[in-house]
């Protein structure tokens, strides 16, 4: 099993700040790796697929970036409807897997 | 309006049974992969099951082996999770998603998640 570790767990920033968030990999899983965006009460939604590329809808401020093991998401100006849990998700092996997230608060 | 609706889930006593349903409208459903993810009280998300939407192919995380039984009826667009032998560590928000062909197959849309309650 591929085992996905995200850093910081906890992330506490601004708004107007700048948040980077990182997703290692246990082995390389290519560019096969996705993020999602979990606010409270509510189901996870889909940022980022294919390490790099932005889903339907999400705001031009989220990025992707990395390949093989090491990835980041990066939210260039944080708005207040950011802050939330972020969880990245590994497609390239069965079963697939997800990291332990990381809680972006109000600092 | 895109969407996925879960349902079934209930409070089950450990070693009960319980079906959970996930009806899709307004997406294509034929041919996309389905899966379930489940989200223990306060922990993080994982993925459970998934079934193909070109072969029927199912696929497992080792925990529900034998005890989960992933189907779908294509004519009514539904995805369904049989789970029996249920176990207090099953407890959880269970969650339908498709895996989108246009985004890379990741999980999306995602529906509002059914809670499971396994306790005596």
């Known amino acids: 099993e591929i085992v996905l570790t995200q850093s910081p767990d906890i992330l506490p920033l601004s708004p107007g700040e700048r948040a980077t968030l990182s997703c290692r990999a246990s082995q390389s899983v290519t560019f096969k790796l996705a993020w999602y965006q979990q606010r409270p009460g509510q189901a996870p939604r889909l940022l980022i697929y294919?390490?790099?590329n932005r889903a339907t809808g999400i705001p031009a401020r989220f990025t992707g970036s990395g390949s093989g093991t090491d990835f980041t998401l990066t939210i260039s100006s944080l708005e207040p409807e950011d802050f939330a849990v972020y969880y990245c998700q590994q497609r390239y092996d069965w079963p697939i897997t997800f990291g332990q997230g990381t809680r972006l608060e109000t600092k | 309006e895109v969407q996925l609706l879960e349902s079934g889930g209930d409070l089950v006593q450990p070693g009960g049974s319980l079906r959970l349903s996930c009806a899709a409208s307004g997406l294509s459903f034929r041919g996309y992969t389905m899966t379930w993810v489940r989200q223990a009280p306060g922990k993080g998300l994982e993925w459970v099951s998934a079934i193909s939407g070109s072969d029927g192919t199912t696929y497992y995380i080792d925990s529900v082996k034998g005890r989960f039984t992933i189907s779908r009826d294509d004519s009514k667009s539904m995805v369904y999770l049989q789970m029996n032998s249920l176990r207090a560590e099953d407890t959880a928000v269970y969650y339908c998603?498709?895996?989108?062909?246009?985004?890379?197959?990741?999980?999306?849309?995602w529906g509002q998640g059914t809670l499971v309650t396994v306790s005596s």
């Open positions: 998603a498709r895996r989108d062909l246009a985004s890379g197959l990741g999980f999306d849309p």
């Open positions: 294919d390490a790099s």
